[in-house]
């Protein structure tokens, strides 16, 4: 009886110890404790065994881009502004001309002439010149016998025919003498201008039949031959 338990015992203890023997190491899956590390766990003959793993960090493969605009920024080039320094040109140019004026002294005894010198851009602005230069004299002794206050109202030419047309205040009359030299003067002057052929004095726009009331005015003057 006893030497069937002892038998029994020891093939329990044989079977125990081939049983442990042909047991393999279990491992545990891997998990994962916490980002970048990783853990083996092992299983030896009913023990646990964790060994901590470390995992390399992933290298980023994705190549880093640069961004970069879609468009190249463009540089435009603004042409500085010209400044135009030309002048217009006018279609007539201020002439001079020397002419040859009429006056007469201070006890009116005869009539004196002078030189002056006029500037007109137009036929019409070189008559208004010639008898503004009537009006004025550069000399105390040769006295204008067109008075300043005397005014020319207007200035046609046509034809060879001059027409002047003025407006005389009382204070501008002369006497008889005075009047007749003041006519000569303006005759003289202007038809010094070979284009010239008639003058025609006109007053206030009428054709008057004295200028100062003692000489007949003839409409028009013509040039003596």
Same mark, same amino acid.
């Given at each position: 009886?006893n030497?069937?338990?002892?038998?029994?015992?020891l093939l329990?203890?044989v079977?125990a110890v081939?049983?442990?023997c042909?047991?393999k190491?279990?491992?545990?899956?891997?998990?994962? !404790?916490?980002?970048g590390s990783e853990?083996? %766990?092992?299983?030896?003959e009913?023990?646990?065994?964790? $060994?901590p %793993?470390?995992?390399e960090?992933e $290298?980023?493969?994705?190549p880093?881009e640069?961004t970069?605009g879609s468009?190249e920024g463009?540089?435009t080039?603004?042409?500085?502004?010209?400044?135009?320094?030309e002048t217009?040109?006018?279609s007539?140019?201020? !002439?001079?001309?020397?002419?040859? %004026?009429?006056?007469?002294d201070? $006890?009116e005894l005869e009539?004196?002439?002078?030189?002056a $010198?006029?500037?007109y851009?137009?036929d019409?602005a070189?008559?208004?010149a010639?008898?503004?230069s009537?009006?004025?004299s550069?000399?105390?002794k040769?006295v204008?016998?067109w008075?300043?206050e005397?005014e020319?109202?207007?200035v !046609?030419?046509?034809d060879?025919?001059?027409?002047?047309d003025?407006?005389?205040p009382?204070t501008?009359?002369?006497g008889a003498?005075g009047e007749?030299?003041a006519?000569?003067?303006?005759?003289?002057?202007f038809? !010094?201008f070979?284009? %010239?052929?008639?003058l025609?004095?006109?007053?206030d726009g009428?054709?008057?039949?004295?200028l100062?009331?003692?000489?007949?005015l003839e409409?028009p003057?013509t040039r003596?031959?």
């Amino acid at each position: 009886m006893n030497k069937k338990i002892w038998i029994a015992a020891l093939l329990v203890t044989v079977m125990a110890v081939a049983a442990g023997c042909g047991s393999k190491p279990t491992v545990a899956p891997n998990q994962t !404790q916490g980002a970048g590390s990783e853990t083996n %766990v092992t299983e030896v003959e009913g023990e646990t065994i964790t $060994e901590p %793993v470390t995992a390399e960090p992933e $290298e980023n493969t994705t190549p880093t881009e640069s961004t970069e605009g879609s468009s190249e920024g463009t540089t435009t080039t603004t042409p500085p502004s010209e400044t135009s320094t030309e002048t217009p040109a006018t279609s007539e140019s201020n !002439q001079k001309k020397t002419i040859t %004026v009429f006056y007469t002294d201070e $006890e009116e005894l005869e009539l004196h002439k002078a030189s002056a $010198e006029i500037s007109y851009a137009s036929d019409d602005a070189k008559y208004k010149a010639a008898f503004e230069s009537l009006q004025q004299s550069k000399d105390a002794k040769l006295v204008p016998l067109w008075a300043k206050e005397i005014e020319l109202k207007s200035v !046609q030419f046509k034809d060879g025919a001059l027409t002047l047309d003025i407006h005389l205040p009382d204070t501008a009359r002369l006497g008889a003498g005075g009047e007749s030299y003041a006519l000569d003067a303006l005759k003289q002057t202007f038809f !010094q201008f070979d284009e %010239v052929k008639s003058l025609d004095l006109l007053v206030d726009g009428q054709q008057s039949e004295s200028l100062m009331g003692h000489v007949d005015l003839e409409h028009p003057m013509t040039r003596s031959e």
